[in-house]
């Protein structure tokens, strides 16, 4: 198989539409999450656009992340934010969750998942909840 002929997870997915219908799903339920709602601003609007560009990137597609705002360096815009192992996990948990309403399969879901995991847990900064 040539270099040409690999598909990206992005393309896999079914490119920006199921993006955009992840991120949509993926929102409300970090909204109603406990853990999670009083990290994110009650606007929520602009949080969905650079998850879109953010994650249509990670996963392959246009670098539209980059082209907007420069290098992710995710680790480090998330510093201000108290990320410990139970928010990651109840984040990967709203991911799931929505990959499931959007209708991904079961082992491209799993797939992207296990991504995933290696960026929220490379965000966890602290121990302490608060």
Known sequence: MSESDRST?????GGAETVRRLVEAFYPKVQQNPLLSPLFPSDIGPVIDKQFMFLSQFFGGPTLYSDMHGHPMMRARH??????VERADAWLGCMSEAMVEVGLPTDLRDFLL???KGSAYHFINTTEEG
């Open 9 to 13: 997870l992005y393309e896999l997915m």
């Open 79 to 84: 510093m201000a934010f108290p990320i410990t």
């Open 114 to 116: 296990e991504r995933l």
